[in-house]
Every structure is written in C-alpha cells, then in structure tokens.
C-alpha cells in the first residue's frame, strides 16, 4: 500500500516536472518567434529605409521648393535609424511610424506635379516603395499575431506561474499610432 502512495506521489511531481518543461519550452518558443517577427519587420524596414533618399533626390528634382515635405522624410529616416541603433523597439515603432506618415505627405506632394508621375525613375521607386509597404504590413500582422500569442501564454493559468518564475514579459504589438490614420494633409 505504502508502495502505491509513493509510486502515485513520484508520478505526481514527474508529470508537475513534465508539465513545467513543456509550459517554459512553449513560452521560449513563442518569445523566440516574437523575436523572428520582429527581424522580419526590421529587415523590410531596413529595406524601406535604404529606398526612401534615392526617392527624396527624385522629387527634389521636379518639387524642389517643396522643401518641408523633404525635410520632413529626411529628418524621419534620421530617427529611425537613430531609433535602430538604439535598439528600443518601442521608440523604433515610433519612429517607424514617423516616417509612414513622412512618406505618406510625400507621396501626396508628388502627385500634384505631372511631370514627375511621368518620369520612369519615380515611377520605379513609388513600385518599389509600394512592394515594400506591402510586405511589411505582413510582416506586421505576422509580429503581432505571435505577440498575441505569446502574450496569452504569459497570462493564463497556468502557464503564468511559469512565465512569472522565469521573468517572460508581455511583448510590445505594433501599433499605427492615430496620426498616421489620419489622411495626410497637403497645402500648396
């Protein structure tokens, strides 16, 4: 009989010990897909970011005294790639963020010249551009699908208890702020 208790208790603490390992083991998985996520985006943004002074040197050419729309995308690639070098995931989103709505009054300036709709070099790098928003709006929605995840497996019971032992913290969604859903606002 005394046999049996034992047997039941041992089974008891290696099934809690199973348990354990599998909840950490799936919450590692998860945090390390959040983290894949995040280089995905970081890649089309890196991607993004490289594209946008040849398409600035474009529409200097035919909109040159629009000078505060450049400077605005100027200054926003300048803080996203300040913001990268930090290595602060919420001050990048920001500056991400930033730069699409920059992006945005660009694009809205140049269609008001003709001319520059015309000219194939443009017209390449808006295809480019295009692509790449594309991409990295999946690549978004991907990030904070697996950040949901991962989330939910920090918070419900009883995977929790494990996420708190080790420390796993909520992971950050990517977020449009609310100016950038605002229609961008361009005067002549």
């Known amino acids: ?3 049996i208790i034992i047997g039941v208790i041992v089974l008891i603490i290696v099934g809690a010990v199973a348990w354990a390992i599998g909840a950490y ?3 590692v998985t998860l945090r390390n897909r959040v983290k894949n996520g995040w280089a995905q985006i970081d890649v089309q943004l890196k991607q993004r ?17 629009e000078s505060e729309v450049l400077t605005q995308v100027t ?7 300040q913001s990268a070098a ?7 989103m920001a500056a991400e963020n ?10 809205a300036t140049a269609e008001a010249y003709p001319q520059l709709q015309a000219n194939q070099n443009f017209m390449d790098l808006q295809a480019q551009l295009k692509t790449l928003e594309s991409k990295i709006a999946y690549a978004r929605q991907f990030y904070n699908d ?3 995840k991962y989330n939910t497996q920090t918070e419900v019971f009883p995977s929790n208890i494990i996420a708190g032992m080790f420390h796993f913290e909520q992971a950050q969604y990517f ?9 961008p606002q361009v005067h002549f």
Do not use: C, W
């Not at 970011?49 to 005294?65: C, F, M, R």
């Not at 699409?100 to 660009?106: E, P, S, Y």
């Open 146 to 148: 697996v950040v949901l």
């Open 75 to 81: 200054a926003a690639r300048a803080g996203v790639v």
């Open 86 to 92: 930090n290595g602060d995931v919420a001050q990048r």
């Open 1 to 3: 009989m005394v046999a």
């Open 25 to 27: 083991n799936g919450l």
């Open 98 to 107: 930033q730069l699409t709505r920059a992006l945005f009054n660009l694009q």
């Open 49 to 65: 970011s490289d594209l946008i002074p040849n398409l600035v040197e474009t529409v200097k050419g035919y909109a040159g005294h």
């Open 175 to 183: 977020q449009v702020d609310d100016t950038a859903r605002e229609a």
